[in-house]
């Protein structure tokens, strides 16, 4: 654990007492000035070159480390080398004599480094000049490639029309969220083309993931209208968990169904806008879907 929790929250916290403190606090030190040869990195970059290893000591590294360790820590004992980094153990007293206890417990301190070398990356974004005359990077937006740095403005306007509150408050949202910009830093050389080729594979399996979830949500949302009538015929004495079972199981198929042929109808009706064929053809289906629906009802 890096942060402290407390024992007296837990259930039953008696044979779990932790210490009230963290002797050791976790702490990252970060370079407060990066460069790629002369661009300056910004922090966010920075920050996306996490590929931590961990930072092995030479045989005079660790003994001055030990050297300096200190005194023993108020009921821990000295600091010992392990393969893993370096460890304090918590000691108990048996029979007035200071016991340190073998396997890890409860409380233990181990204390390791972790460290990203320096390598190669490869950054996509803007390249400017900050306050200082340095060069630096930033994210390329394209609707203004030619604001000052510091004083980029990212906020868009929906393309649906406020009447379509529902549309227009969920895109609004998104374009909040995920701005349309390009600030690409990873470890390794890319060209430009497996640079852009990884970005169109994210950015396809986000569209992906946010659309089978808004799926299950609305399956779902249908399902949930159901369960008030489920639970009232659970409530029926001796046919109750039959009748419930019945409608739960009939509710189910209803609501996917339904929220399916919705999920396709709004797809199909975005999809007019930006891919017009595609769109027509999914609602043609649709609408041939619900057709049939409600013949075979009647």
Same mark, same amino acid.
């Given at each position: 654990m890096s942060h402290h929790i407390g024992s007296s929250s837990f259930h039953n916290p008696e044979p779990h007492q932790n210490p009230e403190r963290m002797p050791c606090e976790c702490a990252d030190f970060v370079q407060p000035k990066a460069y790629?040869?002369?661009?300056?990195l910004s922090q966010e970059q920075?920050?996306?070159?996490?590929?931590?290893?961990?930072?092995?000591?030479?045989?005079?590294?660790?003994?001055?480390?030990?050297?300096?360790?200190?005194?023993?820590?108020? !009921?821990?004992?000295? =600091?010992? $080398?392990?393969?893993?980094?370096?460890?304090?153990?918590?000691?108990?007293?048996?029979?007035?004599?200071v016991d340190q206890f073998s396997a890890p417990q409860i409380g233990d301190i181990r204390i390791k480094w972790e460290v990203v070398h320096c390598n190669p990356i490869t950054i996509v974004a803007q390249q400017m000049e900050n306050?200082?005359?340095?060069l630096t990077f930033r994210p390329f937006y394209p609707k203004s490639p030619n604001a000052k740095l510091g004083e980029e403005d990212y906020?868009?306007?929906a393309a649906c029309p406020v009447q379509c509150i529902c549309c227009w408050g969920v895109e609004k949202c998104f374009?909040?969220?995920?701005?349309?910009?390009?600030d690409y830093c990873r470890f390794g050389t890319n060209t430009a083309d497996q640079v852009f080729d990884k970005l169109e594979e994210?950015?396809?399996?986000?569209?992906?993931?946010?659309?089978? !979830?808004?799926?299950? =949500?609305? $399956?779902?949302g249908h399902y949930l209208l159901f369960s008030p009538i489920i639970a009232l015929l659970n409530w029926i004495p001796l046919v109750g968990s039959l009748?419930?079972?019945?409608?739960?199981?009939?509710?189910?198929?209803?609501?996917?169904?339904?929220?399916?042929?919705?999920?396709f109808l709004v797809l199909a009706v975005a999809w007019i806008v930006y891919r017009p064929l595609f769109g027509i053809l999914m609602l043609a289906g649709v609408g041939a879907a619900l057709a049939l629906m409600f013949l075979t009802g009647n």
């Open positions: 790629l040869g002369k661009y300056l920075i920050a996306c070159l996490n590929a931590y290893e961990a930072l092995r000591q030479d045989p005079e590294m660790t003994q001055m480390i030990v050297e300096r360790s200190g005194e023993v820590l108020d !009921g821990y004992s000295p =600091l010992n $080398v392990g393969t893993d980094g370096y460890f304090r153990s918590r000691q108990a007293e048996k029979g007035g004599q306050e200082e005359n340095e906020t868009e306007e374009k909040a969220v995920f701005t349309e910009t390009i994210e950015n396809k399996s986000s569209t992906t993931l946010f659309r089978f !979830g808004s799926w299950f =949500l609305s $399956v779902f009748l419930a079972g019945i409608a739960a199981l009939a509710a189910a198929i209803f609501s996917l169904v339904w929220a399916t042929m919705l999920h």
